[in-house]
C-alpha cells in the first residue's frame, strides 16, 4: 500500500484520544474517513473540522459491545457502495485494580469491550476487507507484551489481542487481507482518565509524568505508516520496545522493576 491517499478508512473508538489523533493523521494524508464511537457529538465536531479542510468524512454512532451495531454500519456503507480499504479497531478502555479488590463483572466488562469489540470488528469488516485486499489495523498496548501489576484485566484483554492478530493474520495472508497489530506504551489520551465502568472523568490526574509521555499526533503518524506498510506489528514509544526487549531478554529484571513499581505507584482505578 505505502500510501493511504484516497483510501478509505474505518477508525472506531474516534472521537477521542489515538481514534482522534488517527482520524486527523489519515485526512492530513488525503484518506477518506468512517468514524464510529459511541459519542456521535464528539465524532460530529471532529468531522465539520475536517470536512472544513477538504476530508471526506462520515459518522456513525456505534457501540462495539452490541452485536448489531457493527454490522448496521457496514451495511450501510455496502448499501451506499462505499468500500473499506483500511480498518482500525482502537475502542477500548482499561479496567485496573489488584485482583482482590475487583469482581468478575469487572473483567467480563473489559473483555466485552477490548477483545470482543475487537472480534466483532473484524468479523464484520472482514468480507470488505477482502474485496480491497485491505488492511485490519488493531491497537494493542505494550501490555499485551509486559503484564502490569495492578491492571490484570487491561492487560490480559490486550495479550488476548495480540495472540487473535497472530492467528487471524495467518489465516487472512491467502486473501490478501493484512493484519497490523500497534503497541503503544503511555501515548497522550483520555485512556487513564475512564473508570472501571467506563465513565469517563476529564480532570483526573494523569498518573504518568508528561516526558513519558508520547503526543498521540505522533504516535499516530507512526501507526498510520505501519499500516500503509501493512507491518504486522508496530511498536510504538521508546520505553515499550525496551520493557518488551526485556520481556524477551532479561524477564527477571523486568519482574522486579515491576514489583519495585507497583510499591512505588499501585494502579488502582478509584
Not at 486527523?24 to 464528539?42: N, S
Not at 457496514?74 to 479497531?89: F, G, M, S, T, W
Request: hydrophobic content about 45%; overall charge positive.
Amino acid at each position: 500500500m505505502h500510501d493511504v491517499a484516497g483510501k478509505v478508512v474505518l477508525i472506531t473508538g474516534a472521537s477521542s484520544g489515538i481514534g482522534a489523533a488517527l482520524a486527523d493523521e489519515f485526512a492530513a494524508q488525503g484518506a477518506t474517513l468512517i468514524l464510529a464511537a459511541r459519542r456521535l457529538t464528539l465524532l460530529n465536531d471532529i468531522a465539520q473540522r475536517l470536512r472544513a479542510n477538504g476530508t471526506i468524512v462520515h459518522t456513525y454512532a456505534c457501540d462495539v459491545t452490541q452485536d448489531q451495531s457493527l454490522q448496521s454500519l457496514i451495511a450501510d456503507l455496502e448499501r451506499q457502495h462505499i468500500p473499506l480499504d483500511i480498518v482500525v479497531a482502537n475502542a477500548g478502555f482499561g479496567v485496573v485494580g489488584n485482583v482482590d479488590r475487583l469482581s468478575l463483572a469487572d473483567y467480563q466488562r473489559q473483555f466485552d469491550t477490548n477483545v470482543f469489540g475487537v472480534i466483532r470488528t473484524a468479523q464484520a469488516a472482514l468480507p470488505l476487507l477482502k474485496r480491497s485486499r485491505g488492511v485490519l489495523a488493531i491497537v494493542g498496548s505494550v501490555v499485551g507484551h509486559v503484564a502490569q501489576p495492578g491492571a490484570s484485566p487491561y492487560a490480559m484483554s490486550k495479550f488476548a489481542v495480540r495472540a487473535f492478530a497472530d492467528s487471524l493474520r495467518a489465516e487472512s495472508a491467502s486473501e490478501g487481507v493484512a493484519v497490523t497489530l500497534l503497541s503503544p506504551g503511555v501515548v497522550e489520551s483520555n485512556l487513564r482518565r475512564v473508570d472501571n465502568q467506563g465513565v469517563l472523568h476529564p480532570d483526573a490526574r494523569e498518573p504518568f509524568p508528561k516526558w513519558l509521555r508520547m503526543p498521540a499526533a505522533r504516535a499516530a503518524q507512526q501507526m498510520v505508516r505501519a499500516i500503509a506498510r501493512r507491518k504486522p506489528e508496530q511498536i510504538i514509544t521508546l520505553h515499550a520496545k525496551f520493557a518488551v526487549w526485556m520481556s524477551r531478554y532479561v524477564p527477571g529484571l523486568l519482574r522486579l522493576v515491576l514489583r519495585r513499581g507497583l510499591r512505588a505507584r499501585p494502579m488502582v482505578n478509584k
